[in-house]
């Protein structure tokens, strides 16, 4: 974005940062060029908001049912053709501080003593082993998960799966005060920087030069995906559709639920499908936005993109997604971190679409709530893979609130002997201080709110059933 477009007192801002991020010796001038490139557009005041009156609905050519694509080819050596040309990328950036746990959020044990990062690897050992093929995996760092992967992935060199890590970019923090970039000001540690969010894939892959190796291996298409959604597995079907229609970028969507009112939806505009996030919603819509009667569909942020396209793009500094402002405080100082998102890459890709697919194919894990669905008799673990239980009639899963007392990982172990029976469970509020025995059961609408004070135990094998408990005499 040529910086003519900017008031004089926003081009001396720019002009000043730029001066102070050349001396930044701790990051490359691709890096440089990106984050003074982002600051730009952002300064500029790009146009945020769509003209409500121009969104329509995508059809069925433009968001495709999952249920109508061509089946899977049956021979083993034309999967094997398939999935020759597929790389997994894993972003595996997040920290696990949400849920009290140090490094990257990957290596939370999930189930069975296995972590979101064994499951990945499982998965993809057992489709390289089954049709001799060769699925890399690729795993997209931060700055802040970069050391801890490294030690990580160790243990799976002598597996049948090719793992590559890279770290995405690594971009000061902006001081809101005066502009300048947090490092140039004395925070020399972690905190003067920030990962520009999932967006950067795209010239990370680049950058990093593991896109040209890719292509040379004649690989065609990369899955990308969050670390911690533990339905986000590869799906021949899709990859098949997309290598028969050409498409270069296509997003996995699923029916929203209440649950998901904040996700991003797809929509025809002015000819092309694009990413509608709730921050380009002028207010008097938002209530619209997030109705489940007009959009439909959310995000899952399961993503499949052509390889050549992501290179052409990004070689032509094509790729201007919408930024994302994150205002934080670090040390009492007011800093300003710009992202992007790599949904909204949708709109630049030609003959881009989405799937609507089931909702199995997104299960994420955000807090010890759904550490608890996906380690209860809910699901069960097969070849990496986590299955719904058959035995729930239900097709949504019970809804869970748990207490701060359960927040951080090790207090949420340690407060179950064992995981309680939900599959016929509807809702769960738990509270205060308390403990489950081992072999509970849990059905209906329970709650269990232990008083202030009171340490509340529920034994071993007891039946909750449609009952609000807080204290033991309701038990």
């Known amino acids: 974005m040529a910086t003519a477009t900017l008031s004089p007192a926003d081009a001396d801002k720019l002009s000043n940062l730029k001066s102070s991020v050349a001396a930044l ?14 600051v730009a557009r952002y300064l500029s005041g790009e146009a945020q908001h769509v003209e409500w009156s121009k969104i329509e609905t995508p059809t069925d050519e433009v968001v495709v049912p999952y249920d109508s694509l061509a089946p899977t080819p049956d021979g083993s050596l034309e999967v094997k053709n398939l999935l020759d040309k597929l790389v997994v990328l894993k972003l595996n950036g997040g920290l696990g501080t949400t849920m009290g746990c140090t490094g990257p959020k990957s290596v939370i044990e999930v189930r069975d003593g296995l972590t979101f990062l064994d499951l990945i690897v499982v998965q993809i050992e057992n489709l390289n082993s089954k049709y001799g093929s060769n699925v890399p995996l690729l795993l997209m760092n931060s700055f802040n998960t970069h050391d801890d992967t490294q030690k990580i992935v160790e243990k799976y060199k002598n597996s049948n799966i090719e793992i590559h890590t890279f770290n995405q970019s690594q971009y000061p923090r902006l001081v809101v005060d005066d502009f300048l970039p947090f490092p140039s000001k004395g925070q020399t540690g972690r905190d003067g920087w920030y990962p520009p969010g999932h967006g950067d894939v795209f010239p990370s892959l680049v950058n990093s030069g593991k896109l040209d190796v890719l292509l040379s291996q004649g690989k065609e298409y990369v899955f990308v995906a969050n670390s911690d959604n533990l339905g986000a597995v590869v799906d021949l079907k899709i990859l098949n559709h997309l290598i028969e229609h050409k498409n270069e970028y296509c997003m996995e969507v699923t029916p929203k639920t209440l649950a998901d009112v904040k996700g991003g939806t797809l929509i025809s505009y002015e000819g092309r499908v694009q990413l509608l996030e709730i921050a380009q919603v002028p207010d008097e819509h938002v209530s619209e936005f997030k109705s489940i009667e007009k959009f439909k569909i959310f995000n899952t942020n399961n993503l499949w ?80 893979l986590v299955i719904r239980n058959q035995a729930r009639a239900n097709p949504e899963n019970p809804s869970i609130e748990l207490g701060p007392e359960f927040k951080k990982v090790s207090n949420f172990l340690s407060r179950f002997k064992s995981i309680p029976s939900i599959v016929e469970l509807d809702s769960l509020k738990v509270a205060g201080d308390v403990w489950f025995g081992a072999g509970v059961i849990l059905k209906g609408k329970a709650s269990i709110l232990a008083k202030p004070g009171v340490k509340l135990e529920i034994p071993d094998g007891a039946v909750i059933a449609d009952k609000e408990i807080n204290g033991p005499e309701d038990l």
């Open 25 to 38: 010796s701790q990051i490359s001038e691709n890096e440089k060029n990106g984050f003074t490139s982002l």
């Open 305 to 384: 993109v052509n390889l050549k396209a992501i290179k052409r793009l990004v070689e032509a500094d094509a790729l201007k997604m919408e930024i994302i402002p994150n205002p934080k405080e670090v040390d009492g100082v007011k800093v300003l971190q710009l992202e992007t998102a790599a949904g909204a890459a949708i709109r630049f890709f030609d003959k881009a679409i989405g799937i609507n697919v089931p909702r199995s194919r997104f299960l994420p894990v955000k807090a010890t709530s759904d550490l608890l669905l996906v380690q209860s008799d809910l699901y069960t673990l097969q070849d990496g």
